[in-house]
């Protein structure tokens, strides 16, 4: 595995796709991204093939080795397992939480699951199911699905009370930049996932730094 499962799940990560996997700045930066103090985590969601899926998975993994930072597989826990992630995140085409628990444990593995959702009766019912953490979005809104209509941080408030006493933590997702962040943050949120914040600034390194500061800067004003 890339680092330990007693790790601590990182506040900011970083949404990849098939785009950015074909993009060689954005290559360029993770090396940037990765070598700084803070871990973070990489959402490998790209619309691949299996092998090139693997393929790709491994090409993240070796960019993040020894950063302490998380290889994060959407949808397919066999690939998350064989290329070495921290994690398989689970959406609604995906496998459910109990069978995806399965699969991990007959092939002797290990990997944190995440669920996304969208409401609180969402929420609590992937808890129940065991998620080990969320992605709840979406919360402003975005050009990447400019049809949805954005919930709004209250949401994450009201997700925050459907599962009190879970301790289970909460990333916010969708137009989440830097001023947003601290809000998110304010309302409950444990992290943040970002993409078009990231990879459509000039600095993407530059852009997740200030996105750790904003929410670290958060929490310790809420502390």
């Given at each position: 595995m ?6 601590a799940l990182?506040?900011v990560h970083?949404?990849v796709?098939e785009?950015?996997?074909g993009?060689?700045t ?6 940037q ?9 990489v959402h490998?969601r790209a619309h691949?093939?299996?092998g090139e899926l ?6 993240l993994a070796?960019?993040?080795e020894?950063?302490?930072?998380w ?6 826990p ?5 290329a070495?992630?921290?994690a398989v ?5 995906a496998p459910?939480v109990q069978?995806?628990r ?6 002797e ?5 995440g669920?996304s959702v969208h409401?609180?009766a969402?929420?609590?019912?992937a808890?129940?199911?065991g ?7 979406t919360?402003y809104p975005?050009?990447?699905?400019p049809?949805?209509e954005?919930?709004g941080?209250?949401?994450?408030s ?9 301790e289970v933590?909460?990333l916010a997702i ?11 943050i304010?309302f409950g949120?444990y ?7 990231v990879?459509s600034?000039?600095?993407?390194a530059?852009?997740v730094q200030?996105l ?6 958060q929490?310790g004003?809420l502390v």
């Amino acid at each position: 595995m890339l680092v330990s499962s007693d790790v601590a799940l990182p506040r900011v990560h970083v949404l990849v796709s098939e785009c950015e996997l074909g993009d060689a700045t954005v290559l360029a930066s993770l090396d940037q991204i990765f070598t700084s103090s803070e871990p973070v985590a990489v959402h490998l969601r790209a619309h691949l093939d299996a092998g090139e899926l693997f393929t790709a998975a491994q090409q993240l993994a070796g960019y993040m080795e020894g950063s302490g930072s998380w290889l994060i597989v959407n949808g397919r826990p066999d690939i998350a397992l064989a290329a070495g992630a921290h994690a398989v995140q689970l959406g609604h085409t995906a496998p459910e939480v109990q069978s995806t628990r399965e699969f991990i444990d007959e092939c002797e593995g290990e990997l944190r699951v995440g669920v996304s959702v969208h409401l609180p009766a969402e929420a609590a019912s992937a808890v129940r199911a065991g998620a080990d953490y969320l992605v709840l979005g979406t919360i402003y809104p975005t050009s990447s699905h400019p049809e949805v209509e954005a919930s709004g941080p209250s949401n994450i408030s009201e997700t925050v009370k459907s599962i009190r006493g879970s301790e289970v933590p909460i990333l916010a997702i969708g137009g989440v930049n830097v001023p947003r962040a601290r809000e998110v943050i304010s309302f409950g949120a444990y992290g943040v996932v970002v993409k078009s914040a990231v990879w459509s600034a000039p600095d993407s390194a530059q852009v997740v730094q200030a996105l750790r500061g904003a929410v670290n800067d958060q929490l310790g004003d809420l502390v």
